[in-house]
């Protein structure tokens, strides 16, 4: 539940006895000190120990780790909530995943991102998750996971993630130098962002056609 290794006090906290004294797990040497806690003596231990839990009481202790770790490890948090099969773990991937990406650690926001977005069952965490893990793999160089992910919001029924998602499509696909496919789907998206007078989109949308047009030589369409 809390790993191969582990601190005293959150195990304490998780089994809800603030004064658990680890000294018969030490004596039979299912656990063994460690200089940041307690060390299982073998991973077999661990695993032993995990597959007895009733389904019941390995949800609950998964969601009494997944608040343990809320503010201090954002995706155990999301992991554990996972595992406790908690509707709310996919906006904590998504969490995570942003919080991941903030540091540099962008393919470790990918991973969280696709994570959430394999699990997610709301319309809106599917759509938020599919344009974060899109453009964590646009920022990494993997064209097909972004393209994958933006197909996902690129379905979506709001105007403004379907625009978000066609510009991601679009993105992925001028990556790959699949130009001819990328002039469509930013035809497909130009009226969209048009309707909503949203400015952001359009400049993204003239920013990716002028790229386009410079790939093909075509100079003054680039400038126009």
């Given at each position: 539940?809390?790993?191969?290794?582990?601190?005293?006090?959150?195990?304490?906290?998780?089994?809800?006895?603030?004064?658990?004294?680890?000294?018969?797990?030490?004596?039979?040497?299912?656990?063994?000190?460690?200089?940041?806690?307690?060390?299982?003596?073998?991973?077999?231990?661990?695993?032993?120990?995990?597959?007895?839990?009733?389904?019941?009481?390995?949800?609950?202790?998964?969601?009494?780790?997944?608040?343990?770790?809320?503010?201090?490890?954002?995706?155990?948090?999301?992991?554990?909530?996972?595992?406790?099969?908690?509707?709310?773990?996919?906006?904590a991937?998504?969490?995570?995943?942003?919080?991941?990406?903030?540091?540099?650690?962008?393919?470790?926001?990918?991973?969280?991102?696709?994570?959430?977005?394999?699990?997610?069952?709301?319309?809106?965490?599917?759509?938020?998750?599919?344009?974060?893990?899109?453009?964590?793999?646009?920022?990494?160089?993997?064209?097909?996971?972004?393209?994958?992910?933006?197909?996902?919001?690129?379905?979506?029924?709001?105007?403004?993630d379907?625009?978000?998602?066609?510009?991601?499509?679009?993105?992925?696909?001028?990556?790959?130098?699949?130009?001819?496919?990328?002039?469509?789907?930013?035809?497909?998206?130009?009226?969209?962002?048009?309707?909503?007078?949203?400015?952001?989109?359009?400049?993204?949308?003239?920013y990716?056609?002028?790229?386009?047009?410079?790939?093909?030589?075509?100079?003054?369409?680039?400038l126009?």
């Amino acid at each position: 539940m809390l790993g191969q290794q582990f601190d005293l006090a959150d195990l304490a906290s998780l089994i809800n006895r603030r004064d658990y004294d680890p000294g018969e797990l030490l004596r039979r040497q299912l656990v063994r000190p460690e200089e940041r806690g307690l060390l299982f003596g073998h991973a077999l231990i661990r695993d032993g120990a995990y597959a007895s839990l009733t389904r019941e009481r390995r949800v609950a202790l998964h969601r009494a780790a997944a608040a343990l770790f809320k503010d201090r490890d954002p995706p155990l948090h999301a992991e554990h909530l996972d595992r406790a099969d908690d509707p709310a773990a996919a906006r904590a991937y998504l969490d995570a995943a942003q919080g991941e990406a903030a540091a540099y650690r962008v393919d470790r926001a990918l991973g969280l991102a696709e994570r959430g977005l394999a699990i997610a069952k709301l319309p809106e965490d599917r759509v938020a998750l599919g344009l974060a893990a899109g453009r964590f793999a646009l920022d990494i160089g993997l064209a097909k996971p972004a393209r994958a992910a933006f197909a996902v919001a690129a379905a979506a029924e709001a105007p403004r993630d379907r625009c978000r998602g066609l510009i991601g499509l679009a993105a992925a696909d001028r990556m790959q130098a699949d130009i001819p496919r990328a002039m469509n789907t930013l035809g497909e998206a130009e009226p969209i962002a048009v309707a909503l007078d949203d400015r952001a989109l359009l400049s993204e949308i003239c920013y990716l056609r002028g790229n386009l047009h410079f790939a093909l030589g075509n100079a003054d369409e680039c400038l126009g």
